[in-house]
């Protein structure tokens, strides 16, 4: 078993990271090995961020954008790894999760930072076409097939 998402998920080093809400962990990533790109509705958040990478050196290894979810702009199968550590107010949760499992590799692996519930695995589950794994309180993972 996995004791928290960042275990699950695994080792950080040359792997593409799509973060759905931004924050300073974003940093923490990037300085990890990641390659973070990520989204989140409120501007002010993202540039804060952005400001952040820029002052340590890492602005190459972060991609962040402000985004309200309908249809992500990134192209299919194209992150290793998905963090989701929020769901926007007011979004369509199928259509994102739809629209994560679209952006993540075969073989890619997602963690949720949700109350487990069962409708919203059940949700993650459909889309990713697989059985969720790994998780705890208030997290949960998946491994798309």
């Given at each position: 078993?996995y004791?928290t998402?960042?275990?699950y998920?695994?080792?950080?080093?040359?792997?593409?990271?799509?973060?759905?809400?931004?924050?300073?962990?974003?940093?923490?990533?990037?300085?990890?090995?990641?390659?973070?790109?990520?989204?989140?509705?409120?501007?002010?958040?993202?540039?804060?961020?952005?400001?952040?990478?820029?002052?340590?050196?890492?602005?190459?290894?972060?991609?962040?954008?402000?985004?309200v979810?309908?249809?992500?702009?990134?192209?299919?199968?194209?992150?290793d790894?998905v963090?989701?550590?929020?769901?926007?107010?007011?979004?369509?949760?199928?259509?994102?999760?739809?629209?994560l499992?679209r952006?993540?590799?075969?073989?890619?692996?997602?963690?949720?930072?949700?109350?487990?519930?069962?409708?919203?695995?059940?949700l993650?589950?459909?889309?990713?076409?697989?059985?969720?794994?790994?998780?705890?309180?208030?997290?949960?993972?998946?491994?798309?097939?």
């Amino acid at each position: 078993m996995y004791g928290t998402p960042l275990d699950y998920l695994g080792p950080m080093v040359g792997q593409r990271l799509l973060l759905c809400g931004v924050g300073v962990e974003a940093v923490g990533l990037a300085m990890a090995g990641a390659d973070v790109y990520g989204f989140d509705p409120l501007a002010d958040q993202i540039q804060a961020v952005k400001d952040l990478a820029r002052g340590l050196g890492l602005r190459d290894r972060i991609h962040l954008q402000p985004m309200v979810v309908r249809h992500l702009a990134y192209p299919g199968q194209f992150f290793d790894l998905v963090l989701v550590k929020t769901m926007p107010d007011g979004c369509d949760a199928g259509g994102l999760i739809r629209e994560l499992a679209r952006v993540t590799k075969g073989g890619g692996r997602a963690a949720f930072m949700l109350p487990r519930h069962p409708s919203a695995e059940q949700l993650v589950r459909r889309a990713f076409g697989a059985t969720t794994d790994g998780g705890g309180d208030g997290w949960f993972g998946v491994e798309k097939s």
